[in-house]
């Protein structure tokens, strides 16, 4: 596009294939969940178990994988010539021990592998209880850029500090405006759960999201500072949460069976593992294909989904930041919004005010984050009003400019000398005549 238009594009990344992983292995894996006659569905505790189990399956088959292939690598390179620049290029790609760390930066490791399951599991059980649409979810973007700044400062741009105000400000309006919207009985969320109870939620939520977002930068840290494997880290994370969820299973089974599936949802229903065996025997006797189907095909595509997506979010804090998964989700909600909304007034035919008003507001909020995010990471510049003074490219040309005027003097100042020099022999041949 031409310099001279108001707006223009930036350039895309090879790393963007990351973000487009984690929203693809994302939206399937929701739809996925959302399949009735898939049993594992209904049983939340246990579909976290089997979570987490697959981050230590697939995490230690990769991690032992890149390692041998690394390992091999370098004995081909001891066997022929290299020159000490590739040499040293190669030796950054290897990653540490965790077990060769000082023991402050463990507890560290493990702490933010804790903050994940948190996370995970905090959001899982509010959604349960159908808090969803308190999440205050612009306390994310606001925290992420806040510990990016601290623990990799570098300067925050006009383009990008404005572009991040318009998003929280008029999103965070937006997400109160939804939660004052009917939502049972012809009642708002405050009225039908409880204010104080709601408050409480918002306040927990905000709270979970600083700590996550501490996690996320941090492990950033982990990876590019200390060379820890991503795999190390998912490894961990599993290991943490399959332990915490397993215990939970084993506390709420000593308590026998206090989930009635005909009343209104309660934490025993949430932690009920053992009808799952139950239901999952009775498909067994009464239909072996879907049980077949049910064991070695729905739940290990369910386990792979679910490491391919923690896998794509790691590595875009390694070679991006956490910033770009937050772009991520909004696309991916972006598209699901408009998905839902077609499917309910086209197929379903469910037409009333009260949708089209959360559709509207809700669409409105994700093109303003949509928006935001695309000027703060400089895929779009704003031509105009000096908000493309310090974007990447400007930066860069100018730097190339001043290099080069740098370079003009050197040359010059060297020609002058030159001539100075030329002059006095000339001089001396003189004096010597």
Known sequence: MSEFCCIGFGKCSYFYFYLLGAMLTNAINKEFHKIDSFILNKYILLQSITRYFSYILFGLFFYILFRYLHKKKNNKNNI????????????????????????????????????????????????????????????????????????????????QLYSMIFVIF??????????????????????????????????????????????????????????????????????????????????????????????????????????YFIEIKELFNNNPKDFYLEIFFFSPFSMILEFLNLTFVIFIFKYLNPGYQLFSDNIYYIISDLIYFIYFIYIKKEFNSLTIKKFIISEISEIFEFLGFLIYLELIELRFCGLNKNIRKNIEKRAEIEFMGVMNNKISINSVLIEEEDEMEKNEDRFSI
Do not use: R
């Open 80 to 159: 022929m010539e290299v020159n000490k620049k590739q040499s040293s290029i190669e030796q950054k790609l290897i990653y540490n021990n965790i077990l060769k760390f000082p023991k402050k930066d463990i507890l560290s490791c493990i702490f933010i592998c804790f903050v994940y399951v948190i996370h995970f599991e905090s959001l899982k059980i509010i959604g349960y209880y159908k808090f969803h649409s308190l999440y205050i979810w612009t306390a994310h973007i606001g925290f992420v850029i806040i510990f990016m700044n601290i623990y990799f400062p570098k300067n925050i741009y006009k383009h």
């Open 170 to 275: 008029l999103d965070t309006i937006l997400i109160f405006v939804l939660t004052f919207l009917k939502y049972d009985d012809h009642k708002n969320i405050y009225q039908v759960k409880g204010t104080i109870l709601c408050i409480i939620i918002i306040l927990y939520y905000i709270f979970l999201t600083f700590i996550y977002s501490y996690a996320e930068v941090k492990t950033k840290i982990f990876i590019d500072l200390k060379y820890l494997s991503p795999y190390i880290i998912i490894i961990l994370v599993g290991i943490i949460g399959c332990i915490s969820n397993i215990i939970t299973a084993l506390i709420f089974g000593f308590y026998g069976n206090k989930c009635n599936k005909l009343s209104e949802a309660n934490i025993y229903c949430y932690a009920n593992v053992s009808f």
